[in-house]
């Protein structure tokens, strides 16, 4: 019987890996670097070696461990445990995560994707503190989510949990990579916030703050979602503007989600969520507008808790989720 549960989080630049006990202590943690090149072939056969080597050194057999779970970029096949378009990792063809884990361990291989997998980590041992209803909102260059409800991820027809292409505005032009107009991750995001400073700027009808960061948009200058917060923290006018702007996105947002699920938390977490509670306050006030009483009493808009261990963490959680 095994005794120790392997979790992968699988992401663009690194692959963060861990030997836990069911209960979620990492006993052992380790990353290795993500090579991309040669269309990301070199990524898994890399992974698997490097668990091999860790389980020997460790004296641990396929016999001590109940499953491997891992989160990884992309559309995940979670039956077939394929994953297609992953783009940051330059996979262009479906990759068969499941034939090469299968070929590799005698041990039970679960994948899903790492928005999902990051909502496990949450709901289990991070801000959902282990309650039966969880939603997470990944606000990072796009925007993710998980859902887990009754302690497990909630997959609808498969792309559950997709929340970045819910539209939350009909009267804009910025479009998003999906293809639709108006599209939640399209405005919000990381790389949403700066398009919509930019967009601000061109509809100017006069409302807008003529601040020192709005010159520097005016002029084109490159700046990035982390330069908004920090002058928008540092009581910037136009700054304050677009910062407000996308909390009242994210609140109505979560709000959605909120008035059709009424999960005990919704978890901000990603890049953005970096802001904290700065921006937190800002999301939960226009969360609070747009909720009917019951559903604000009982829905908490939270901030993440385990940084970069949410996925590790999550991975560790799919296998309690998927092996009972
Ligand atoms: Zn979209």
Redo the contacts with the bound molecule.
Sequence with gaps: MGKYIVGIDLGGTSAKMAIASPDGQLKYKWTIGTEIHQEGQLIVPAIIQSIKRSLAEHDLTDQDIIGIGMGTPGAVDVKAKTVIGAYNLNWKTTQDLGQQFGQAFDIPFFVDNDANVAALGEQWLGAGNGAENVVMVTLGTGIGGGVVINGQLYRGSGAAGEI??MTIEDHTDIH???G?KG?F??LASANGIVRLAKEMVDQDEGNIDHSEFYEKVVQDQTFTSFDIFEAAKAIDGFASQVVDKVAYYIGLGVSHIANILNPSAIVLGGGMAGAGEFLREKVDAYYREFTYQQIRETTQIVLAQLGNDAGVIGAVNLINTEIK
Excluded: I, L, M, S
């Design positions: 970045g292409h998003c990579t999906c639709k599209c991750e399209a």
